[in-house]
T-cell receptor, first 112, second 115 residues
Framework: DTGVSQNPRHKITKRGQNVTFRCDPI?????LYWYRQTLGQGPEFLTY????????KSRLLSDRFSAERPKGSFSTLEIQRTEQGDSAMYLC??????????FGNGTRLTVT | GDSVTQMEGPVTLSEEAFLTINCTYTATGYPSLFWYVQYPGEGLQLLLK?????DKGSNKGFEATYRKETTSFHLEKGSVQVSDSAVYFC??????????????FGTGTLLAVQP
């Protein structure tokens, strides 16, 4: 079990730029989740995949955000035309069916 | 919608003190309940869980009992250590059976244990 891996750990970008984050889940896990965590708050659900299918998206996920999991393995989260309000920690988690979620260490995004 | 409320921190204790972090929930169904811990610079880790009423989850000396009548899942530890200093998150999820199993988190409680 190598754990959930997220890259990069930190990303600093200027407002208006596009950014992409990657998540590699635990290899046998079929479910993959993206969360966003701002300072002093708990993680908030963004979206969820079962294998390659994106089955649920939060209303927090504006049309500037898109997530993919093309082969049911790794996933990418892209934010277009970043805004300062997008600054947060973006967390990825995976699970096998209904087993508890395993989280990565997150990607911290700072939009200047 | 479903939600989790936990006591605000920070909670500051001396080593070997008794710890309670309160957590209550609102849910339409019969959720599973979790405590996750986030140590400085690390990702969220599952601490313990309970899947039905009156279940007790336990791990590393921490315990929490699923109380349906009071919709609570309070975290307790009899004797805290400096190494327990972290942020603790209470969370709930829908039962599986077609549901996403996504987690809904509280805002987190920072615990600082002093030697």
């Amino acid at each position: 079990d190598t754990g959930v891996s997220q890259n990069p750990r930190h990303k600093i970008t200027k407002r208006g730029q596009n950014v992409t984050f990657r998540c590699d889940p635990i290899s046998e896990h079929n479910r993959l989740y993206w969360y966003r965590q701002t300072l002093g708050q708990g993680p908030e659900f963004l979206t969820y995949f079962q294998n390659e299918a994106q089955l649920e998206k939060s209303r927090l996920l504006s049309d500037r955000f898109s997530a993919e999991r093309p082969k049911g393995s790794f996933s990418t989260l892209e934010i277009q035309r970043t805004e300062q309000g997008d600054s947060a920690m973006y967390l990825c988690a995976s699970s096998l069916g209904s087993s508890p979620l395993h989280f990565g260490n997150g990607t911290r995004l700072t939009v200047t | 919608g479903d939600s989790v409320t936990q006591m605000e921190g920070p909670v500051t204790l001396s080593e070997e003190a008794f710890l309670t972090i309160n957590c209550t929930y609102t849910a339409t169904g019969y959720p599973s309940l979790f405590w996750y811990v986030q140590y400085p610079g690390e990702g969220l880790q599952l601490l313990l869980k309970a899947t039905k009423a009156d279940d007790k989850g336990s791990n590393k000396g921490f315990e929490a009992t699923y109380r349906k009548e009071t919709t609570s899942f309070h975290l307790e530890k009899g004797s805290v250590q400096v190494s327990d200093s972290a942020v603790y998150f209470c969370a709930l999820s829908d039962r599986d059976g077609g549901a996403t199993n996504k987690l809904i988190f509280g805002t987190g409680t920072l615990l600082a244990v002093q030697p």
